[in-house]
């Protein structure tokens, strides 16, 4: 599992944060890819593309899994 640090922001979005992570090339994929139902956070499918990812969160796609930290 990787780790995502704020950095001192109280969130990324989860959009950016698949393009952060390179799980996808643009941000029309990382948007196509939620509308898909492809990604999860803490074990639940999210649709919601520019959902507010917060520290503690666990966001996941196929095999892959970041967990985002302050």
Same mark, same amino acid.
């Given at each position: ?6 950095d001192g922001h109280p969130h990324v979005e989860l959009c ?7 799980? =996808?090339e643009s941000g029309a994929m990382a948007k196509a890819m939620? =509308? ?10 999210? %649709? ?6 917060? =520290? ?7 095999? /892959? %899994?970041?967990?985002? /930290?302050?």
């Amino acid at each position: 599992m990787e780790i995502f640090n704020l950095d001192g922001h109280p969130h990324v979005e989860l959009c950016d944060l698949l393009k952060i992570q390179g799980w =996808a090339e643009s941000g029309a994929m990382a948007k196509a890819m939620i =509308a898909d139902g492809l990604v999860q956070v803490d074990g639940v499918v999210e %649709t919601r593309k520019r959902c507010k990812i917060l =520290a503690g969160k666990t966001v996941s796609m196929g095999s /892959e %899994t970041v967990r985002v /930290e302050e």
